[in-house]
């Protein structure tokens, strides 16, 4: 039954969405935050590991559209991975509760240098609407430099897409 | 009637909508929690604090009714409903932790959302206290016996999920006692809420599980209209059902779609999540949000649908409603698909029932719950629809549950957007003091809300997410079965995080 219901959507051609043209300008500007020396290392392609710091799970929600069939996150050479020693990029979203501050330090120093830190949604960016808590340290640079945010609340799964190939645009040039 | 219900009944009431709340002594308390236990005694549906009491939301199966109850905290303790309603054991630990006040005889007065890293110390007391201590590593309950291991999972896990932690004691493959603990997610919403008006307070509720962001918008949204006595126009009413209809199938399809992927099994959340995405998107057409975040303020809802709106989603329903019976065919139809869920992962009716278990997990062990049916709420009370339940208590039964909810929705949908009344969709809300309690079926479950407003502005607050009473049930569920089963059994689950952690 499987088989059949597959042959039908191979006549109906892909159901993942074409790539979007980037913002050359932001590409740059990205390219000229990450090192010579990281891009060769790298190449094309960039394993993510996500700590949600804090999240409402709206953000994730979301980033889980990208590994579908619509956005395919893969067909660019990005992936979530579940362990932050083979780790390029660490993902972060949610105000950073006090609560997860160690979780998330003990993350990124397991990851292997060189890595990047990519904030997600407008909590990661400042605390959002939980901003004066006295249970959140108030945006995700309040504990680690950020190399890339994406705000939205949440962002849609284009942005996000668009964001992270920025990133690994620019670290491939 | 049960004793606790008539021990309620006849203490005095303040006001409070719709359903008044009978102040008890601290003795009558007492008596009340002794006789939790009893055959036939109201089930706990929600426990909380603000900085002078204790508030019981209980249902009373018997007399067809819900109560509420409060007592006033004597010398920081009051006494506790957990020995003889275990349930009310994370509420406990929880009021603690934020209130300062201390159940007495409770069974577990081990921290709960506090993990030693706030900058204060009961932090929504009168006086929250600086912290002096630096944190200590959490206590786990003992495991005695030999050849037991323990495998702790968390807070964070291996893919793109919300933190808590997860400590396994396993017998070799076997798991003997699942302990979870979260707090992780702790962000002090119900104390960003005190002090602002409903309107601005709506933001928080609608970020307190934000896959459930439009059915806790309107639980919160009608405890602030019952509070203070607003009526929402009826198309308001009917916009929010469309809203919390659509996040309910959007969450089904990408939960069924990640139990199928947790065995293995790529095609189905492959197809379920591109219905997804099309009803998303149908959403972001409709009311400007893929998630429809914010749209449902107290008052009503903050924009009607836009022109096209309903086409929109009826074009996104469409192929939806052709492919699901095929999908529930292949999911069928694959016995190492259904060697994992059948027999896995089993809540019994019984234990159901002590935990008041609502939503799909509650269905899919014989209880028939539901909010929009009983007690009801518009545009529910007029329409139709099938509330299906099951036995079994098992991952597939909560798997059949989700599809048959699905195809309750869609028909809803239509229902709905076919019959849109006619009018505005907000009201102002009137501005004055009460207090008042707000309920909504979201797709986890049995949603309830309750504020206080003093002069338009809230003075007290509590939200309480279907997942308190369901995450002690994950704990029971995985009992006896493998290790490996578990991620297979919590999504079958999937409670939310954020939404317990406040
Ligand atoms: S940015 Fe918005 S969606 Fe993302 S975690 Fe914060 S409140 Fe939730």
């Given at each position: ?111 292997p ?17 939980f ?17 890339l ?5 949440p962002?849609a ?17 | ?14 006001s ?26 109201p ?24 109560l ?13 409903l ?70 702790p ?13 997860f ?28 002090g ?14 934000g ?13 602030a ?49 591109w ?5 998303l ?159 909504a ?14 002069g ?42 954020s939404?317990?952690?406040?």
């Open positions: 039954m499987v088989w059949r219901r597959v042959l039908a959507t191979l006549r109906h051609g892909p159901a993942t969405l074409p790539a979007a043209r980037l913002d050359d300008a932001a590409t740059r500007r990205m390219a000229d935050r990450l090192e010579a020396a990281a891009q060769r290392t790298l190449g094309r392609s960039l394993a993510i590991r996500q700590v949600d710091a804090g999240s409402c799970n709206g953000c994730e929600l979301e980033l889980h559209m990208l590994n579908s069939i619509v956005y395919d996150l893969e067909r660019f050479g990005l992936r979530f991975v579940a362990s932050p020693r083979h780790a390029d990029v660490l993902l972060v979203t949610g105000p950073l509760t006090h609560n997860m501050r160690e979780a998330l330090l003990r993350t990124w120093i397991a990851m240098d060189p890595k990047w830190l990519v904030a997600v949604g407008d909590c990661a960016s400042d605390g959002g609407v901003k004066g808590s006295y249970a959140i340290a108030g945006g995700v640079d309040a504990a680690l430099p950020v190399d945010l994406i705000r939205g609340c962002p799964p284009a942005q996000l897409l668009n964001g992270l190939r920025t990133l690994l645009e620019a670290n491939a040039d | 009637m049960s004793t606790a219900g008539t021990i309620i009944r006849t203490a005095p009431t303040e409070c909508q719709p359903w008044p709340r009978h102040k008890l002594l601290g003795e009558e308390w007492r008596a009340m929690a002794a006789s939790l236990g009893e055959a036939g005694a089930s706990l549906l929600a426990l909380w604090a603000d900085t002078a009491r204790v508030y019981v939301l209980l249902h009373d199966a018997d007399a067809a009714g819900w509420v109850a409060s007592t006033s905290v004597d010398d920081g303790r009051y006494p506790a957990s020995p003889r309603r275990p349930s009310a054991t994370w509420f406990e630990r929880m009021i603690h932790d934020l209130w300062g006040h201390e159940a007495s005889g409770g069974r577990d007065l081990r921290p709960w959302l506090e993990h030693g890293r706030w900058p204060v110390t009961v932090p929504m007391s009168l006086r929250p206290l600086a912290r002096e201590s630096p944190a200590e590593p959490p206590e786990f309950l003992p495991v005695e016996g030999e050849d037991y291991h323990q495998i999972v968390g807070p964070v896990h291996a893919g793109i999920i919300e933190p808590g932690h400590r396994f004691s396993a017998l070799g493959e076997t798991v003997a006692r699942l302990e979870i603990r979260l707090g992780w997610l702790h962000k002090g919403t119900l104390a960003l809420m005190r602002k008006s409903p309107r601005v307070a709506a933001r928080f509720a609608a970020r307190l599980s896959d459930t962001t439009v059915a806790h918008s309107v639980a919160f949204a009608r405890a209209e019952a509070a203070s006595g607003t009526e929402v126009p009826p198309r308001a009413a009917a916009l929010r059902a469309v809203m919390t209809e659509l996040e309910r199938v959007a969450n089904h399809l990408s939960d069924c779609g990640a139990i199928a992927g947790d065995a293995a099994f790529a095609y189905l959340p492959a197809r379920f999540g219905h997804r995405e099309a009803l998107r149908a959403a972001a057409v409709a009311f400007g949000h893929r998630l429809m975040m914010d749209v449902v303020v107290p008052g009503g809802v903050t924009a009607d649908i836009v022109p096209g709106g309903t086409e929109a989603i009826l074009r996104a329903l469409a192929p939806l409603e052709d492919e699901l019976p095929e999908l529930i065919r292949v999911y069928d139809g694959f016995s190492s698909l259904l060697d994992r869920t059948v027999g896995t992962g089993i809540v019994t009716p019984a234990l159901a029932g002590e935990f008041a278990a609502g939503g799909f997990v509650g269905r899919a062990s014989g209880r028939a719950i539901d909010l929009r049916r009983t007690p009801g709420y518009p545009p529910y009370d007029r329409l139709a629809f099938e509330v299906p339940v099951q036995q079994e208590g098992d991952v597939d039964a909560r798997v059949r549950i989700r599809f048959a909810e699905i195809g309750a929705s869609l028909n809803l949908l239509r229902t709905l957007l076919i019959e849109l009344p006619e009018g505005g969709v907000s009201v102002p809300l009137l501005l004055g003091s009460g207090e008042g309690i707000g309920w079926e979201g797709f986890r479950g049995d949603i309830w809300h309750w504020l206080r407003l003093d338009g502005q809230i003075a007290a607050v509590f939200m309480r997410d279907p997942s308190w009473l369901q995450w002690p049930l994950l704990e029971a569920a995985i009992h006896d079965n493998i290790v490996a089963d578990f991620p297979l059994c919590n999504k079958s689950f999937n409670c939310s995080y939404g317990v952690d406040l």
